[in-house]
């Protein structure tokens, strides 16, 4: 035990003692007493009580307080706490609950909410915000296709081009009519250079026949004349212009055949507007006009125009004939 502890208590035992003893004799010394005669006899003194002293720790913060304890005796222990430091902010970003001792400065706060969208695959992405709003904003999904609207295929919904568009072939300018005598099959525009043969008119067209009919361009069996009492004749085509002219022929059957009409375009094959059915380049010497007699038999005057209308042009065989209509063909003849 404690000698502070023993020295307190043997005190207390000695003043025990002392107002014992105290007692017993103020007790002896009022029994013992007489008064004069005659005289009321006193009742005797009671003892007055006397409270003893209890030491021990009256603070009721110490670790060994006694609640019975009316003498602190100075013996209280109390419980001596380590200090702990650390933030005891609750609202800190790091509180410290065990803590029981701050320094000043240690605790750490978290920075102002910035609300926006957090995901980094958004497309509203704000790399400032740190508290997602539930804002975000995606892409749609993709959908292949071709985006050019000059393709041929051209899909509006489509927004990721694939690779996939096509495009209409280069434009071919010609004749797009077959009706036509410079058709081309390659042309996919039609620029308006078609030529059609003129309409057919039966009747005679031999010109030493009786019923000679400068504007027939189709033999309708109908002819009369020299021909028939002079078989001696003989007949054949007699133009020099034509494929099958004969030298020998003594009057023209009508039989003649010409090679075809010459078609006008771009002959370069490495020209955008190139055109297969063409036999004479734009930049090649311009075509010359060469009139019809009478349907399909050309003048044979070589390069010499019809002076105008129907009048007649001299061949080169001698014969004449009436300008069919103003019908010309293309050709370098």
């Known amino acids: 035990m404690d000698k502070n502890l023993l020295g307190l208590l043997g005190i207390g035992v000695v003043a025990y003692l002392f107002l014992k003893k105290k007692e017993d004799e103020t007790v002896a010394i009022v029994s013992n007493t007489t008064l004069p005669t005659g005289e009321p006899t006193l009742p005797p003194i009671e003892p007055t009580p006397t409270t003893l002293p209890i030491f021990g720790c009256t603070d009721p913060q110490g670790i060994n307080f006694n609640s019975a304890a009316n ?44 609300l926006g969208c957090t995901d980094p695959q958004g497309t509203n992405f704000n790399s400032a915000a740190n508290s997602d709003d539930g804002s975000c904003q995606y ?53 308006g250079s078609c030529q059609y043969p003129p309409a057919q008119v039966l009747g005679c067209p031999n010109p030493l026949s009786d019923n000679y009919d400068p504007l027939a361009n189709v033999d309708d069996g109908s ?21 099958n002219y004969s030298p020998i022929a003594q009057y ?19 020209a955008e507007n190139f055109n297969p059915s063409a036999t004479i380049g734009c930049s090649n010497t311009s075509p010359i006009l060469t009139p019809y007699l009478g349907g399909n038999t050309p003048v044979t005057g070589g390069n010499t125009p019809v002076s105008g209308g129907n009048t007649p042009a001299t061949s080169s065989g001698g014969l004449s004939s009436g300008f069919n209509g103003g019908q010309f063909m293309f050709g370098n003849y």
């Open 223 to 243: 002819c009369i004349g020299p021909f028939n009492v002079l078989p001696s004749l003989i007949p054949g085509c007699m133009d020099a212009n034509a494929n």
């Open 252 to 270: 023209d059957d009508g039989s003649c055949q010409y090679p075809p009409a010459q078609v006008i375009g771009c002959t370069d094959p490495l």
């Open 71 to 114: 003498f602190d005796d100075g013996s209280c222990a109390y419980t001596v706490t380590m200090p702990v430091e650390g933030c005891m902010d609750s609202s800190a970003a790091n509180f410290d609950s065990a803590a029981n001792f701050e320094a000043d400065g240690s605790c750490q706060y978290p920075p102002a909410q910035v």
């Open 139 to 191: 892409p749609p999904a993709q959908v292949l296709g071709c985006t050019d609207p000059q393709g041929t295929n051209f899909n509006s919904a489509a927004n990721f081009d694939d690779g996939s568009c096509q495009y209409p072939p280069a434009q071919v300018l010609g004749c797009t009519d077959p009706q036509g005598t410079n058709f081309n099959s390659a042309a996919n525009f039609d620029d």
